[in-house]
């Protein structure tokens, strides 16, 4: 289930009214891929990642204030502030699939209203708005670590991509070419704003799947080159990363600010490498620990809250399980202590 039919006629009405909507996106690839979805229908517009936290705040009026669009439209974001909302004059639309939240001037689209146990990926959402570019959205969806219902549909245009034998999420990520997608789309999003820019642009022209994977075009090729640059740093950290396996049922793994984060990416690696933990993958940056939890067994989303208890100058949230949270770097082993305590470890 997702949202209603309703729904995604409103959200498409949206985009059919108006001529040059801002696009704010998270900086996976479920953000990315509902971004292009939306973008790729209506041809026109801004898209800008949402990097720097997951949420739309104050610093995100200037962006506004520059572009002057007419619409404003947030996807995949799972915070909205609602001084934000109050400060933008023009209507915004806001497309998410994380914990409700109540805000005004804002017409917000979360299936979680309609169902709290419904949590299709925004990508999913946005692909039944705009119905084309079917593999962005499987992108999109894959990477929340989801098989949506035109799964099916999917593996029958792009069996190459995606073989009917792959059953669950986490094979299609780590073992079929649609994962390595999922791959190029989280890897072109790391690095400086000026060159993130410059190849999210060139996946909005991209036509097929296979100008990027066998590299059939000029822009195909030139995407790929990125991917295998950023993948041999990767490769590199998530070696160090599997070293830190441990007898109990944690895995803890931190390492220092190298001027890219592949916290979500190294954790969802682990977690499929070692189902039985509890995955913990903190990147230190500036007296901070930017960290993202996995499990397959444990509903993370209250646990956090009550981990950061005590904690004021920490926060966190996310899915039941995957998890994001940032602790001051004096907090981490209070922050670790506590966890252990509330999963009786």
Known sequence: MALTKEQFQQIREELDYCNKPLFFFDDDPDGLASFLLLYRYKREGKGIPVKSTPKVDDKFVRNVEEYQPDKVFIVDIPMVEQSFLDQVSMPVIWIDHHTPCKRSKVKYFNPRMND?????STAVNCYFVVQQD???AMVGAVGDWQLPSFTAEFQKQYPDLLPKTVKKPEQALFQSKLGELVKIFAFILKGKASEIKKYVNILT????PYEILEQKTAQGKFVYKKYQEINKLYATLLQKAKQAKTKDSFLIFKYPDDKMSFTKELSNELLFLHPEKLIIVGRVKSG?????????KMKLNQILQK???GLPESYGGGHEYACGAVVKEKDFEPFIANLRDLTKQ
Do not use: G, H, Y
């Not at 022209?205 to 097929?208: P, S």
């Not at 901070?288 to 397959?296: P, T, Y």
């Open 307 to 309: 981990a950061l208890e």
């Open 205 to 208: 022209r991209i036509q097929n």
């Open 116 to 120: 709290p146990e419904d949590n299709p």
């Open 134 to 136: 079917l593999w962005i």
């Open 288 to 296: 901070e620990v930017k960290i993202s939890l996995r499990s397959s």
